[in-house]
């Protein structure tokens, strides 16, 4: 059980295009989903929080018109990378939770998509 | 600031012998943490988690200790195996009661058979 699932697994795209990536919850109710970005040999940053049927709450520093994230349903989140540059290749990893944020709700990660501009 | 890092960026152990990966913590209000491990390519996967009115806590294979007078908290693997040869994170919950997970700088387990 519990288990993520992230569409494309890898994607390559020209500079200036526009990638979109799915992430959804397989057998359980994601009510937050929260999307993080992983440079090699680096730690996960998260990016933003999303909650079904809300906006997306975003960290400092990370724009919000260049990484747009829908939480339309319960079970599917999507993080679009507007107008991407070679700076915006990296590895990008979904994470859903059943519950309302609370602290120790479990984190379930997706097995991330590497995104590659050229 | 508040920042979660580890100590050793690469471990090496011999297949059978136990680990102890190690992470400290600055920010003293923490007070949920998680260990995750990390295999190439692939999203974290949970391993074990302890609150801070605990000390130590163990799982399968695992245990998670916390010392809050230095904040520091590590983790133990018993009987190393190759499959443990992964990054293993460390985290804190930051964000007040709700859910913020600041993972820290990682640290790669290699297991040498």
């Known amino acids: 059980g519990a288990v993520v699932s992230q569409h494309p697994s890898r994607v390559i795209c020209k500079s200036g295009t526009s990638v979109k990536i799915e992430c959804r919850s397989l057998?359980?109710?994601?009510?937050?989903m929260f999307w993080y970005r992983q440079f090699p040999k680096q730690s996960l940053m998260l990016m933003a929080t999303?909650?079904?049927?809300?906006?997306?709450?975003?960290e400092q520093g990370v724009e919000k018109d260049k990484f747009l994230i829908n939480h339309a349903s319960l079970t599917l989140s999507t993080l679009t990378v507007t107008s991407a540059h070679p700076e915006d290749s990296s590895f990008y990893i979904c994470?859903?939770?059943?519950?309302?944020?609370?602290?120790?709700?479990?984190?379930?990660f997706g097995p991330g998509t590497r995104l590659t501009v050229l | 600031g508040e920042s979660v890092g580890l100590h050793l960026p690469t471990l090496s152990v011999q297949e059978g012998d136990n680990s102890i990966i190690n992470c400290a913590y600055s920010?003293?209000?923490?007070?949920?943490f998680i260990w995750y491990k990390q295999e190439s390519g692939k999203g974290p996967q949970f391993i074990i988690d302890?609150?801070?009115?605990?000390d130590k806590r163990q799982g399968q294979r695992v245990t998670v200790l916390l010392n809050k007078t230095v904040k520091h908290l590590s983790l133990q693997i018993a009987a190393t195996q190759p499959g443990d040869s992964a990054v293993y994170f460390c985290?804190?919950?930051?964000?007040?009661?709700?859910?913020?997970?600041?993972f820290g700088t990682g640290t790669k387990l290699q297991v040498i058979p």
């Open positions: 994470s859903a939770s059943e519950g309302t944020r609370r602290k120790t709700d479990t984190q379930y």
């Open positions: 057998d359980f109710q994601a009510t937050t």
């Open positions: 999303s909650n079904e049927g809300s906006k997306a709450t975003y």
């Open positions: 920010n003293s209000a923490s007070d949920y």
């Open positions: 302890i609150r801070s009115n605990m």
């Open positions: 985290a804190e919950n930051t964000s007040g009661g709700y859910q913020k997970v600041t």
